[in-house]
């Protein structure tokens, strides 16, 4: 039976992964939320996270918050994505545990595996091979908050109780997405590109490198249903599923497109009439990035929004921001 008035904190709220979760949760009735925004409280400060939890005791975390960004991003910032993703994740698992919470998932995502791991990408691929250059220190702190849940399980589980799960999604977008010109994701991206180049009559649009990588890509509100599937998954069921060392589980849609294929979907869903070329000057990145979501699938979960449905309701939550 669910308490829904337990006291559920969701890290990253504001973001598109965490409100998508809150949405989820109030959906299925739940009404006790704690939720803070940056300016009431600085994540990757220890000791305000240890006073927020021994203030406000949490029964449940979901672990969103992160700082996230597209290669350009990565690529300029890297000492504040590898710092601050570590800072956040090290102090919400610890403050958790130290007061008490049994249950969090920690969201990850799929950079976590080697730049030329093997397709799809299975869970038992983590650290295998090489990561990819452009975005290592934000993997590098994806690898380690799944290291803490594992961590924190192995030593305390039998002990305290505690149940901390990870799940690793695939690209994700849709509704609270990031715009920005230079640091948004691939989608985000191309949406902002398409709808400028269309309002200015643009006769061609110019996308980062050959247009061959292939990248699959989750709606946002199904990475939420799966972030409360996998959280409310029973003890037996999720441990059958994982091991101690290789406890993370993937969040995928189940196939991909090529980085060409997607500029023309989200060039139609916007309207564009113009010429599409590629700037092979530019970085691809990652050649493939497909995920093997058999486990979470196994456990009968499915994702349900197709990509043309999706990129439609993204291009509208664009027109709401602009």
């Not at 397709?119 to 990561?131: A, F, I, N, V």
Request: hydrophobic share 35%.
């Amino acid at each position: 039976m669910k308490n829904f008035s337990e006291k559920i904190y969701v890290a990253g709220h504001r973001g598109m992964v965490g409100s998508a979760i809150v949405r989820h949760l109030q959906q299925q009735g739940f009404t006790n939320f704690l939720t803070r925004t940056h300016q009431e409280l600085d994540l990757t400060n220890q000791q305000a996270v240890a006073t927020f939890f021994q203030k406000e005791k949490p029964t449940q975390v979901y672990l969103a918050a992160a700082k996230v960004g597209g290669i350009h991003a990565n690529n300029t910032y890297p000492a504040e994505f590898i710092y601050e993703n570590l800072m956040m994740e090290a102090n919400i698992i610890h403050q958790a545990f130290l007061h008490g919470v049994q249950k969090l998932l920690f969201l990850g995502s799929s950079c976590i595996y080697p730049r030329l791991a093997p397709q799809p990408m299975s869970e038992s691929d983590l650290l295998t091979g090489k990561l990819e250059s452009t975005n290592e220190p934000y993997a590098i702190a994806k690898i380690a908050g799944i290291k803490l849940c594992e961590s924190y399980n192995r030593q305390y589980g039998q002990s305290h109780g505690i149940d901390y799960r990870s799940v690793m999604p695939t690209n994700l977008y849709g509704p609270g997405d990031n715009y920005h010109p230079e640091n948004s994701h691939v989608i985000p991206a191309l949406i902002r590109r398409f709808h400028e180049a269309k309002l200015a009559n643009a006769p061609e649009v110019a996308i980062w490198g050959t247009g061959t990588p292939m990248r699959e890509f989750l709606y946002v509100e199904d990475m939420a249903s799966a972030s409360v599937f996998v959280m409310d998954l029973d003890k037996e069921t999720y441990e059958k599923n994982t091991t101690p060392m290789q406890s993370h589980i993937n969040v995928g849609f189940g196939s991909d497109v090529t980085i060409k294929e997607l500029a023309l979907e989200v060039g139609q869903s916007i309207g564009y009439q113009g010429q599409i070329t590629f700037d092979t000057s530019k970085p691809d990145g990652t050649p493939r990035k497909l995920m093997d979501s058999s486990r979470l699938q196994k456990m009968g979960w499915n994702a349900k929004v197709s990509l043309k449905e999706g990129l439609k309701i993204a291009y509208q939550d664009f027109l709401l921001k602009i």
